[in-house]
């Protein structure tokens, strides 16, 4: 099995996990674009000074530097970062991705379960927590729903993209009003990525209908 340890990205990991967004971020299905296709490591370095990324790697590099390979990504976004305005007061998650050379291993779901679990709800004891993925993605609108989120709102990215948003209560026996508590679904599918709308339009939200959605089971991590 191989050896991986998670931990907190620093601004020497830009170029790999730029590397890392680009691989995954490189399987979506047509016509599903996010922003994070356009970042350069400039933009990487940034949100590492001023989010909290997680990243998992693989023990012994084998690149010609001998770096740990970056095998999956999350980022957290605080609602006081400036020139991002939050669509809600809560911490928001994206830039998630596992690359797809090492699917279907639990990387995915380890990387939320410490980001919800162990840093924003036991540590940070944040109440809650939103994030946005794009309306036609295969799996990872269910993958969210699975996990206990729930659709508040949607908006259109920068390159076009419909995005739904989701939030979580993360605290809801302190917190009892915040958010209507959404215990998880039963069926579960993982995923590789997921939207980056810290470039979505201003346009107010919507409430937002699944109705429309065919959303496959097949578990990707």
């Given at each position: 099995?191989?050896?991986?340890?998670?931990?907190?990205?620093?601004?020497?990991?830009?170029?790999?996990?730029?590397?890392?967004?680009?691989?995954?971020?490189s399987e979506l299905p047509p016509g599903v674009l996010f922003t994070v296709t356009r970042a350069g490591v400039d933009l990487v370095r940034q949100r590492?000074?001023?989010?909290?990324?997680?990243?998992?790697?693989?023990?012994?590099?084998?690149?010609?530097?001998?770096?740990a390979d970056l095998l999956g990504t999350v980022s957290i976004r605080f609602p006081w970062v400036p020139d991002e305005a939050p669509?809600?007061?809560?911490?928001?998650?994206?830039?998630?991705?596992?690359?797809?050379?090492?699917?279907?291993q639990g990387?995915?779901?380890?990387?939320?379960?410490?980001?919800?679990?162990?840093f924003l709800r036991d540590t940070v004891k944040a109440p809650a927590v939103h994030l946005a993925t794009a309306i036609k993605h295969p799996w990872l609108t269910q993958l969210y729903l699975s996990r206990g989120y729930a659709p508040f709102g949607?908006?259109?990215?920068?390159?076009?993209?419909?995005?739904?948003w989701l939030r979580k209560a993360l605290l809801p026996d302190l917190y009892p009003t915040l958010l209507p508590h959404r215990p998880p679904?039963?069926?579960s599918t993982s995923s590789s990525t997921s939207a980056d709308p810290a470039q979505a339009d201003a346009r107010p939200l919507h409430p937002v209908s699944y109705t429309h959605l065919t959303l496959p089971t097949k578990r990707i991590v």
């Open positions: 099995m191989t050896q991986t340890a998670l931990r907190i990205a620093t601004e020497a990991d830009a170029p790999r996990l730029l590397k890392l967004l680009h691989a995954a971020y590492i000074r001023q989010h909290t990324t997680f990243v998992i790697e693989q023990a012994g590099g084998n690149g010609p530097d001998r770096q669509r809600a007061p809560y911490p928001f998650i994206h830039w998630f991705a596992v690359s797809p050379a090492h699917k279907q990387l995915g779901r380890r990387l939320l379960d410490h980001a919800e679990l162990n949607n908006s259109t990215n920068a390159l076009g993209t419909e995005l739904v679904a039963p069926a």
